[in-house]
């Protein structure tokens, strides 16, 4: 089975490891740099990105993700896009993994969150998308595949064999997201 890790400093750890699992994949959570070693990929998952920064500012954690991030698959999803992405707005840090720009709760207020339903490069149909706070992907690079979108704009891209999305792919029952991560691993 693979080995799959998922980001567990703050957020969404649970919901992750259960689709994963449900797929076949071996799961556990990576808090300390020694955690990533024999991993096959890793899931960086939603939340605050602000909190996590300062929490991977502790035990040399930022530097150890970017290290596991330049070699190995990631999977992004909302605040883990956020931290894979190249330029945020608002200013942060960021690993600088993907070559996209993204703008935080780039939806606005009135549109907190949303259920949205949106066509989508992965085989089945249209996917129906969570989006909580989201980012808004403002600059997609030209080596960037889209393979989602929510009005026109790319909610869900593919940059080798990293996937970012701007909404909660471990929430709800579609594990096509997720499918797709351990299928390009
Ligand atoms: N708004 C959050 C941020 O800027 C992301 C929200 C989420 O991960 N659901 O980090």
């Known amino acids: ?10 957020g969404a750890y649970a919901a992750h490891a259960q689709v994963l699992e449900r797929l076949g994949a071996q799961v556990r959570p990576v808090r300390l740099p020694a955690d ?7 899931v960086i998952p939603g939340g605050e990105s602000t909190t996590m920064l300062r929490l991977l500012e502790r035990d040399e954690m930022f530097a150890a993700l970017q290290n596991y991030a330049r070699h190995k698959p990631c999977l992004g999803t909302c605040a883990g896009a956020i931290l894979l992405a190249h330029q945020v707005s608002p200013a942060q840090a960021s690993l600088d993994i993907l070559d996209i720009d993204v703008q935080r709760n780039g939806y606005g207020r ?6 949205i339903s949106g066509p989508t ?3 089945g149909g249209p996917l129906e998308m969570v989006f909580i706070r989201a980012p808004r992907f403002t600059r997609i690079g030209k080596d960037v595949e889209v393979l989602a979108e929510r009005d026109g ?3 869900l891209v593919r940059q080798g064999r990293h996937l970012a999305a701007s909404f909660h792919p471990e929430l709800g029952e ?11 691993l």
């Open 1 to 10: 089975a693979r080995r799959l890790g998922v980001l567990t400093l703050q």
């Open 36 to 42: 990533f070693e024999g991993l096959d990929g890793l």
């Open 110 to 115: 009135q549109l907190d969150s949303a259920i």
């Open 121 to 123: 490069a992965l085989p």
């Open 153 to 155: 704009e790319a909610v």
């Open 174 to 184: 579609d594990p096509r997201v997720h499918q797709a991560f351990l299928d390009g």
